[in-house]
């Protein structure tokens, strides 16, 4: 767990590379819509486990990280729920900008 539930800027900047770069190649063959299906639920809750050491204090109040663990949580219970590609790419964009705003060390 890093210091005050908060993350060092190389951290966060170097996970949001990543993240891009995974979101970048779905919709691109040769990902099946079941592979795509997938591969969207895990990278999201891959972000949210990505950052999960967070102080839910700092997040902002009905914030993007707040929706993040809401979504995770409903993945994690419900096996037919799916991840609309522009809404993670959306909250994607919305998580780390809360992230660099409240959680940067």
């Given at each position: 767990?890093?210091?005050?539930?908060?993350?060092?800027?190389?951290?966060?900047?170097?996970?949001?590379?990543?993240?891009?770069?995974?979101?970048?190649?779905?919709?691109?063959?040769?990902?099946?819509?079941?592979?795509?299906?997938?591969?969207l639920r895990n990278l999201l809750l891959s972000l949210e486990l990505h950052f999960n050491d967070r102080d839910s204090s700092l997040e902002k109040e009905g914030g993007s990280l707040q929706e993040l663990r809401d979504a995770a949580v409903l993945l994690l219970h419900d096996a037919k729920a799916q991840v609309a590609r522009n809404y993670l790419?959306?909250?994607?964009?919305?998580?780390?900008?809360?992230?660099?705003?409240?959680?940067?060390a």
């Open positions: 767990m890093f210091d005050g539930g908060k993350f060092p800027a190389d951290y966060v900047w170097n996970a949001k590379e990543a993240f891009e770069l995974q979101l970048e190649s779905v919709g691109k063959p040769p990902l099946s819509v079941l592979q795509e299906k997938y591969f790419k959306e909250l994607f964009e919305e998580v780390f900008a809360e992230l660099a705003d409240r959680f940067l």
